[in-house]
């Protein structure tokens, strides 16, 4: 049997007792308190990725808010013409109104353009969008001069104009309003161009009026009683002599008004003056002037009616207004007796005259095998 040896150790007095062990740290998630359940990497990653798709979506929220609030500002802008944009001028097309300017003289075009030379375009055009192309409603001596510029200049800057953007779904008697409100505040615009319009959108199947009385109080319902009164005896006189007038436009209020009361009173003096304005074709607005004075001047018929057994001569004021589309684009035509006339946005000067005798000969053809 073996002896167990014991050994006497000797603790000095002042020596600390040890400390008791520390329990083994905890892995905590990132953020949480001391007292929080331990979590693997795996579920760390899903909440990281769960709060980042609901911050995800919180963004996306606020961004489709901003850009339905963008679109509903952009649309009452755009009613407002407040939307300018730079558009081709091949783009614009200017067959949808009847314009109320004279469409081949325009002594001031000269001076607008000068003025879009220096300073540029200080009122933006006003156009509606219609496809791939603009209608324009508002600013047809402006695009003339743009279009004056680029053909003088060759110049790129010239090639497009700004535009306001007219919202699309306006009635037609809404953009004609908008055109005619402008060009009543000029102090050149004609009786007898406003009165010519309103008796094209008389005659426009499209529009709401059915005489010229309901046109001219549609159209120019921003003008005085007393102007509406002139515009409706210009438009009697424009149907009593009609196409057969070169410069309309020239024509004073007080001539008009009284040529009108006088033709009115004497048919036959009607077709005399016609008579004069078919055969002598001034070539000035003065020379006509002069031929419409005469008639004031020269004596009274003396028979103002219809022989006995005769019939009274086909008034001036028959005619036939109508829109037919091609495929090059639509065709605004007038019909009435002796002449029918036929605009569109095409340039006929470049189609070979040979295929123009073609065309026209065609068209008779058809026009007199419908009549038989």
């Known amino acids: 049997m073996s002896k167990r040896r014991v050994f006497d150790i000797d603790f000095p007095e002042d020596s600390p007792a040890p400390a008791p062990a520390e329990p083994p740290r905890q892995n905590t998630a990132e953020g949480s308190g001391s007292g929080a359940a331990r979590r693997g990497p795996m579920a760390t990653a899903i909440t990281e990725n769960a ?28 009613k407002l013409g407040l939307v300018v944009d730079r558009i081709p001028l091949e783009k614009i097309r200017t067959d949808k109104l009847v314009r109320d300017r004279s469409v081949s003289r325009d002594p ?19 156009v509606e969008e219609d496809g791939d192309v603009y209608q324009l409603v508002q600013g047809f001596r402006r695009l003339s001069a743009y279009r004056a510029l680029l053909e003088e200049t060759g110049d790129d800057s010239f090639a497009a104009i700004p535009a306001g953007l007219v919202a699309k779904g306006e009635t037609l ?13 000029r102090r050149d615009i004609s009786f007898a161009e406003m009165a010519q319009l309103a008796v094209s959108y008389a005659q426009d199947p499209e529009t709401e009026a059915d005489s010229i009385d309901e046109a001219v109080r549609l159209l120019y319902a921003s003008a005085g009683r007393q102007k509406r009164s002139y515009i409706r005896h210009f438009a009697d006189l424009l149907l009593m002599i009609g196409t057969e007038l ?13 040529l009108k009361k006088r033709l009115a009173d004497d048919p036959k003096a009607q077709a005399q003056l016609q008579a004069q304005l078919r055969s002598l074709r001034p070539d000035t607005a003065e020379a006509e002037l002069v031929l419409l004075r005469g008639v004031l001047t020269s004596p009274t018929s003396e028979a103002s009616s219809s022989p006995a057994g005769g019939t009274a001569p086909k008034s001036a004021s028959a005619k036939t207004t109508l829109r037919c589309a091609v495929p090059a684009g639509t065709v605004r035509c007038q019909a009435r007796d002796g002449k029918i006339e036929m605009a ?7 189609i070979d005259r040979r295929r123009l005798e073609e065309a026209i000969s065609a068209f008779f053809t058809t026009l007199d095998r419908g009549a038989e």
């Open 344 to 350: 569109m946005e095409r340039d006929f000067s470049a």
């Open 51 to 78: 709060d980042a798709l609901r911050q995800r979506a919180e963004a996306e929220k606020t961004i489709r808010a901003e850009n339905d609030r963008l679109a509903h500002e952009f649309v009452r802008l755009k």
């Open 173 to 185: 008697q809404g953009l004609y309003r908008r055109m005619v409100d402008e060009n009543l505040v």
């Open 246 to 258: 070169t410069f309309p436009e020239a024509i004073p209020r007080a001539l008009g008004l009284d």
């Open 108 to 126: 001031e075009l000269d001076e607008l353009k000068d003025s879009i030379r220096s300073i540029g375009l200080s009122n933006p055009i006003r």
